[in-house]
């Protein structure tokens, strides 16, 4: 009877060690998946731009969300972020955040959510950074 108990007790400790080390494995990856989309996500929500006057920056992002048809609902210019919002298929949310980036640069990161979701789709950020790089080329050549 010990001996039936001991070899249950090792299959049952070589079976915990397998599956949990198995788990590991499986959520090691899952955070690794996690971490590279985090990835992909922010580089498709962030773009860098060689000036270094926040202020025009955010004066120019409210202007192209303007322009987008976003009606801009917040802007703090001492936090460096602007929220503005529009109806587009459901309530969608864009803000805009402007940090210095180096001693050349400013790094615009936006967040857009449609009814309280993150949008992962990379089409709505490269129209924004679209309109926003030719406003910005503009108001860098002050052109109107």
């Known amino acids: 009877m010990k ?20 788990g590991c494995a499986t959520t090691q990856e899952r955070l690794l998946d996690s971490e590279t989309n985090q990835l992909q996500l922010r580089s498709i929500q962030s773009r860098a731009f060689e000036t270094t006057d926040q202020v025009k920056t955010l004066r120019t992002v409210m202007l192209t969300l303007q322009d987008l048809g976003f009606i801009v609902t917040s802007g703090e210019a001492g936090l460096g972020s602007v929220t503005g919002s529009k109806w587009n298929r459901g309530l969608m949310i864009i803000t805009v955040s402007v940090r210095p980036r180096g001693e050349s640069q400013m790094l615009v990161r936006a967040n857009c959510q449609l009814d309280k979701q993150l949008v992962n789709d990379p089409v709505p950020y490269q129209m924004f950074f679209s309109a926003l790089s030719k406003a910005m080329f503009l108001e860098a050549h002050e052109v109107e």
Request: aromatic residues 10%.
């Open 3 to 22: 001996k039936h108990l001991k070899r249950i007790s090792c299959l049952f400790f070589l079976g915990t060690a397998l599956l949990s080390s198995g």
